[in-house]
């Protein structure tokens, strides 16, 4: 068993894999027992939260997590989705498709709201005993954790943020990557996919370098190390293909 032990924080899509005649939306959830009726009617459609997402930002995501996986092993990485319906949910645990989002709420209504399914005390308990949490959230989905998120002694937090959100999730033992426009356009993906794209290529160099950038990444402050895998990732494209597995694909190993 290798050394490497990370939990991947992404959020949901609304592009989904799976679609259903009237699909679960916020009235359904701000209802309890609505709910669960709902689900139950929905029940042949539901599949794990993985599977469940199919925006590229997801699945850029997951292509990098089943990269780190097949280079060391399956307990190398742990992902967590939060979901504008359901909280943070794990990857393996059954969904059935929804249409709710914190990008169409107003400031004050997604912190309410995320407050109401808990999603910054979630996270933060998800996040105890694993070396390296790297966060790929976009502005509302950092709003909902209600930053600072601090890292206990040991841990390296990595934030792939946009532009202005640098202040709002530094501090002591974190590391902020930027992933706006900027960096969009260099690796070729559109802003909303920057940090599934940019988490992809860091897998792929993270994955030729091995356990020897472990160490460094824990330690490092700055943006230094993890964009090294990044460019590193991004230069094996030139030579390598992507490989045969669809995007998002769960490895089977």
């Known amino acids: 068993m290798s050394g490497v032990r990370m939990l991947v924080v992404g959020s949901c899509t609304g592009r989904k894999s799976v679609t ?13 027992g609505r ?28 292509n990098g997590v089943n990269i780190i996986r097949k280079r060391f092993d399956r307990e190398s990485v742990a992902v967590a989705i939060v979901s504008a319906g359901y909280g943070l949910v794990a990857e393996d645990q059954l969904l059935v498709p929804y249409e709710a989002t914190f990008n169409e709420m107003g400031r ?47 841990q390296r937090f990595i934030f792939l943020a946009g532009s202005g959100k640098e202040g709002a999730v530094g ?24 940090k599934g794209r940019m ?3 860091f897998a792929r160099g993270f994955a030729h370098e091995g ?5 460094r990444l824990i330690a490092d402050d700055s943006p230094a190390t993890f964009m090294c895998a990044v460019h590193i990732g991004s230069k094996s494209l030139g ?7 669809p995007p998002g694909a769960r490895p089977t190993a």
């Open 35 to 62: 709910l669960r009726a709902r689900e139950a009617e929905l029940a042949a459609c539901r599949v794990p939260a993985w599977r469940l997402y199919a925006g590229l930002q997801h699945t850029s995501m997951m």
């Open 199 to 201: 988490f992809e290529l």
């Open 108 to 154: 004050r209504e997604a912190l309410a709201w995320s407050r109401h399914l808990g999603i910054a005390r979630d996270v933060r308990a998800a996040a105890k005993g694993f070396p390296l949490v790297v966060f790929l959230l976009g502005a509302r989905y950092l709003d909902a954790l209600e930053s600072p998120v601090i890292p206990q002694a040991g």
């Open 211 to 215: 356990e020897a950038l472990w160490d």
């Open 20 to 32: 259903c005649d009237r699909m679960l939306t916020m009235d359904d959830f701000r209802n309890p």
């Open 239 to 245: 030579s390598e293909s992507m490989g045969a597995s």
């Open 171 to 194: 501090g002591p033992g974190v590391t902020v990557v930027g992933a706006g426009r900027e960096e969009a356009a260099t690796y070729g993906s559109p802003v909303i996919a920057a």
